[in-house]
């Protein structure tokens, strides 16, 4: 397709279990972004790669979160041992230049932890 | 530093009436100031974006003010209509700067009253 691709979009899992939620960005884009939103909130930055450098990782909230980025192609996001508290819309954005430009949203993967 | 603060957090406006939405930064630093619109399910979409060399930017309803000195911008959307309603995110970012990411304001709930 022609923008940023999220999957699931939907994942209900049980507390104490890992998750993994996929963002296919646009093709070409040499950055991509992960955000959380809890509900009716604002958008907290997570990490962000660009092209083979290393990612920013100053928005990772713990240990438990971690992302990987292969080239500049598919993301992958990784919470392990999900607490309540992650429940929330988790967003991933491409853009095709460093930054400073316009970054495309997908339409988020909504995590409940039960 | 790297803060966005926006105001206010929501807003309900008359269908034809203007709608004003106000963010302040701190980070001289910053050079590109967009604005998201977010419908419920849905990703955060670009809707305007404006540079500090100029204080005005205008596509159809929607205007972004710039004020250099007073590190603020605003949206106005005139003519608002129900259709407008969405969640709105300032944003600022550094181009070519070593963070990459965009720094989003909280966000505010407009609701445009038929």
């Known amino acids: 397709g022609a923008g940023v691709s999220q999957s699931p979009s939907n994942k209900v899992t049980e507390k104490g279990k890992d998750v993994e939620l996929r963002c296919d960005p646009i093709?070409?884009?040499?950055?991509l972004y992960w955000y959380r939103q809890r509900l009716g909130q604002g958008l907290e930055f997570l990490i962000y790669f660009q092209g083979n450098s290393a990612p920013d990782k100053s928005g990772l909230p713990s240990d438990r979160f971690s992302a990987e980025r292969t080239g500049e192609s598919v993301s992958t996001l990784t919470i392990q041992r999900t607490q309540q508290e992650d429940s929330a819309v988790y967003l991933c954005a491409s853009s095709p230049v460093f930054s400073g430009n316009t970054i495309y949203f997908g339409e988020g993967s909504w995590l409940t932890v039960v | 530093q790297q803060q966005v603060k926006q105001s206010p957090q929501s807003l309900i406006v008359q269908k034809g009436g203007i709608s004003i939405i106000n963010c302040a930064y701190e980070n001289t630093a910053f050079d590109y100031f967009p604005w998201y619109q977010q419908f419920p399910g849905k990703g955060p979409a670009l809707l305007i974006a404006?540079?500090?060399?100029?204080s005005e930017k205008k596509e159809g309803r929607f205007t972004i003010s710039f004020n250099k000195s007073a590190k603020q911008f605003s949206l106005h959307i005139m003519d608002s209509q129900p259709g407008d309603s969405a969640t709105y995110f300032c944003a600022a970012s550094i181009r070519g700067g070593s963070q990459g990411n965009l720094i989003f304001g909280k966000g505010t709930k407009l609701s445009v009253k038929p």
């Open positions: 093709s070409g884009h040499t950055a």
């Open positions: 404006i540079r500090p060399d100029v």
